[in-house]
């Protein structure tokens, strides 16, 4: 079920490179977060820090805490794989594994650790999951066909049910749309209203438009030049952040000043 | 007063288009070349092969019909070759996927380096070390064999020399890994992030990641892989020369005996004349059928799950 999230004094390093610097923010339950800021100002670091995806790339680090409705995710003993089976994420280019069916796809996290199906549950969890992408009714007639057959679009929200379907406590999104066209776009942000029901959504976006339309709260993240570490800037209500913002750096960049 | 058309803009550029003919020229050409040269050998092989396909038993020298003399060397050949691929490629995979994606950058490199080398090393040297150092060496481990499974025809009448179609077949393993090897792991490291990342955000260990994304991505290129090693370990001549003790086919793995076509070709080619040498060119006939039998198989393979290979 939906989890909060609590960052505590974080900060990520590549390396020696210190990439993000003191994050603290408080990220409730069934609420959609949007990440917002220029390039390279850290958010997508960030958000990989929050399923310990950032690892993948050797030297990478993090030193404060991550807490998971109160378990620290960088605790000792914690394994990453169970830390990203219950915080999944949907990237930025859809990339459903070119080699399996839709049906398969759906089902690939479901099966990891050994997990047997029978074809019924098998069957239901695909529905219900594709159901929940709003994908089902586009792809019922052809779930043996490959994944990579169908509109970017299509592939994105079956990377958003093959999500799902592992009913992970937290999604992260890092620019879900940035490869979409608006009208697959606009299908993408109506799920996105409809997931944060069940789930903690934590989005980043480029486009301002959409983290105001789809999230609850914002939180601005900014750099001071090349070289210097990403820090949270200001975090508040989304209306609050759009409209009368506190810091002058985040009413120049949602007033288009700069970014 | 005269009017000078002036070129259209648009038809400017014949330069551009005479690179352009070169270009396509001299790729068409290297493409029929090969064409050219498959040919040649082809009618090299079946003109020269013919009198020996024609000819009655007792013509030919061995006194029995050329399918009754090459058959037992296709088997063997082929039964080498098997053995040599079903030892090769669990190993050389494993060892691309840890080049690629487990060991250490510090480690992976120099393991990279030393399989390359062991493309480098020739076969006649293969075949030495086979036939003095691994020969010897093999012999306790046959005796031990034969003692506990003998019961299965496989590992009946151990040789004192261990000059076995099984060592033969460890030495083309040893062979055929470091190409193997070599092309897996470039397929490997091809794989793209996204479908690895895709794997490890649903919660995949490492070895979930690569049965996910990587496998299946690579499984075209390792075919082609493992067809290169069997087509190298079906074409060693030098190696198993040396190593073989030969003799009429046999079953048993740890007996001397068999042979191979290369090394039937080479051992008799100085030698022979009239239909002998036709009888060998034939069965260098049946070795090139056998190949391409091999690759098309292979073709077929991958082809199997085209829509589903990620091309599209």
């Not at chain 1, 066909?145 to 970017?152: A, R, V």
């Not at chain 2, 090394?263 to 006939?285: C, M, T």
């Amino acid at each position: 079920m939906a989890k909060r999230i609590d960052a505590n004094d974080l900060n990520v390093y590549y390396g020696k490179f210190l990439a993000v610097e003191g994050v603290n923010i408080n990220i409730e339950p069934r609420s959609v977060t949007a990440f917002i800021g220029p390039s390279g100002c850290g958010k997508t670091t960030f958000l990989r820090t929050l399923n310990r995806m950032h690892e993948v790339l050797p030297g990478a680090h993090v030193k404060g805490k991550v807490l998971l409705d109160g378990d620290d995710i960088y605790g000792p003993g914690v394994d990453p794989v169970t830390v990203r089976s219950q915080v999944g994420m949907v990237f930025q280019r859809p990339n459903p594994f070119p080699t399996m069916s839709i049906k398969e796809n759906v089902l690939a996290g479901f099966k990891l650790n050994g997990k047997r199906l029978s074809k019924s549950d098998a069957d239901a969890i695909v529905e219900k999951s594709l159901r929940g992408a709003n994908l089902w009714n586009e792809v019922k007639d052809r779930l043996d066909k490959p994944g990579s057959g169908l509109s970017g679009g299509q592939q994105q929200r079956l990377c958003i049910a093959r999500t799902i379907a592992v009913e992970p406590s937290v999604i992260l999104m890092d620019e879900p749309c940035s490869a979409l066209d608006p009208i697959s776009t606009l299908a993408v942000e109506d799920l996105i209203n409809e997931l944060k029901n069940e789930y903690t959504v934590v989005i980043v976006t480029h486009n301002m438009q959409q983290a105001a339309r789809v999230s609850d709260k914002t939180a601005f993240f900014n750099i001071a030049g090349t070289g210097k570490p990403g820090k949270l800037i200001e975090y508040a209500e989304t209306s609050t952040i759009f409209n009368n913002p506190v810091e002058q750096a985040t009413e120049d960049y949602v007033s288009g000043r700069f970014g | 007063m005269t009017t000078v058309t002036a070129p259209s803009p648009l038809t400017a550029g014949e330069k551009g288009r005479a690179g352009d003919k070169f270009f396509s020229g001299l790729t068409f050409a290297a493409g029929g070349l090969i064409l050219v040269v498959l040919l040649f050998v082809t009618v090299f092989l079946v003109v020269n092969a013919y009198p020996a396909l024609i000819a009655g038993a007792d013509e030919l020298p061995s006194q029995t019909s050329f399918f009754e003399y090459v058959w037992p060397l296709v088997l063997g050949t082929l039964l080498a070759a098997g053995l040599a691929l079903l030892m090769a490629t669990p190993v050389a995979i494993g060892v691309a996927l840890f080049i690629s994606h487990v060991a250490p950058r510090k480690l992976a490199k120099p393991v990279g380096y030393v399989i390359d080398l062991l493309a480098a090393i020739p076969s006649v040297v293969y075949g030495a070390w086979g036939m003095l150092f691994l020969a010897p060496l093999l012999v306790p481990i046959y005796d031990w064999l034969h003692r506990y499974l003998g019961w299965i025809p496989l590992f009946n009448d151990p040789s004192a020399t261990g000059r076995t179609i099984l060592t033969a077949a460890i030495v083309l393993a040893v062979m055929i890994l470091p190409i193997i090897t070599a092309l897996s792991r470039e397929i490997f490291v091809q794989t793209p992030k996204l479908h690895e990342e895709a794997a490890l955000a649903l919660g995949a260990t490492r070895w979930e990641m690569i049965k996910m994304s990587v496998l299946p991505f690579a499984r075209p290129g390792v075919v082609s892989a493992i067809m290169l090693g069997l087509g190298r370990a079906l074409g060693e001549t030098m190696a198993v020369a040396l190593v073989l003790s030969s003799g009429a086919l046999t079953w048993g793995l740890l007996a001397e005996g068999n042979n191979t076509i290369p090394a039937e070709i080479a051992a008799n080619f100085p030698e022979a004349s009239g239909l002998r040498y036709n009888e060998l060119i034939a069965a260098g006939l049946a070795l090139f059928l056998i190949t391409l039998v091999v690759n098309l198989a292979a073709r077929w393979i991958v082809n199997r799950h085209k829509e589903f290979s990620g091309a599209n």
